[in-house]
């Protein structure tokens, strides 16, 4: 079964570090990009950042570039996303998800095929 | 970035109505666009993609259309198991920019 599995919960204070993560298995990990969503609370999904864990090229939103990384290991076939210091408007579920992407009449489509379960992350003084 | 807008914002339906949720992107996406399904406390889970190309395993209930900037998720007899939140998204360009959700609810 292709799965992704997210590390859990978290309560940091503002100005801590956090670093999250995301497991895959099931799949060729290597070669699927994993990509990042937030869900502020009560609030919709935004596309944070991507990273193919084959060579960790990475590609951030204009609105989270600077704001956090994300990297991936794929001896262990895990994603990570991290914050150095982190802020009270950080707080939110994040979701990581990998890509998929299939040929339909000559052009190729991205999607989100697979998702984590999310991790919450309360950021509270 | 490209913005996705999607109306309503939310509705109230009953079981077996026909739903129609419709999403524009700010400029031709082709048919760059996925929906997907989102309940509280679950992971999102991919409906549509190209457009119109229902993903394995959802049922044929759910079907898309539309190209360029005006597309549309239509739930032909809505399901207990169908209330939720719905979004769309446009792959054309990075960011890979979402609508803002529609909420589907019991009437």
């Known amino acids: 079964e292709v799965q992704l599995v997210q590390s859990g919960a978290e309560v940091k204070k503002p100005g801590e570090s956090l670093k999250i993560s995301c497991k895959g298995s099931g799949y060729s990990f290597a070669n699927y990009w994993i990509g990042w969503v937030r869900q502020m609370p009560g609030k919709g999904l935004e596309w944070m950042g991507i990273?193919?864990?084959?060579?960790?090229?990475?590609r951030y939103s204009p609105s989270f570039q600077g704001q956090v990384t994300i990297s991936a290991d794929k001896s262990i076939s895990t994603a990570y996303l991290q914050w150095s210091s982190l802020k009270a408007s950080d707080t939110a579920m994040y979701y990581c998800?990998?890509?998929?992407?299939?040929?339909?009449?000559?052009?190729?489509?991205?999607?989100?095929?697979?998702w984590g379960k999310g991790t919450t992350v309360t950021v509270s003084s | 970035d490209i913005q996705m807008t999607q109306s309503p914002s939310s509705l109230s339906a009953s079981v077996g109505d026909r739903v129609t949720i419709t999403c524009r992107a700010s400029?031709?996406?082709?048919?760059?666009l996925n929906w997907y399904q989102h309940k509280p406390g679950r992971a999102p889970k991919l409906l549509i993609y190209?457009?119109?190309s229902l993903q394995s395993g959802v049922p044929s209930r759910f079907s898309g259309s539309g190209s360029g900037t005006d597309f549309t998720l239509t739930i032909s007899s809505l399901q207990p198991e169908d209330f939720a939140t719905y979004y769309c998204q446009q792959s054309y360009s990075t960011p890979p920019t979402f609508g803002q959700g529609t909420k589907v609810e019991i009437k």
């Open positions: 190209a457009a119109s």
């Open positions: 998800a990998r890509r998929a992407r299939t040929g339909v009449g000559g052009t190729y489509y991205n999607y989100m095929d697979v």
């Open positions: 400029q031709s996406i082709s048919s760059y």
């Open positions: 990273i193919y864990p084959g060579d960790s090229d990475t």
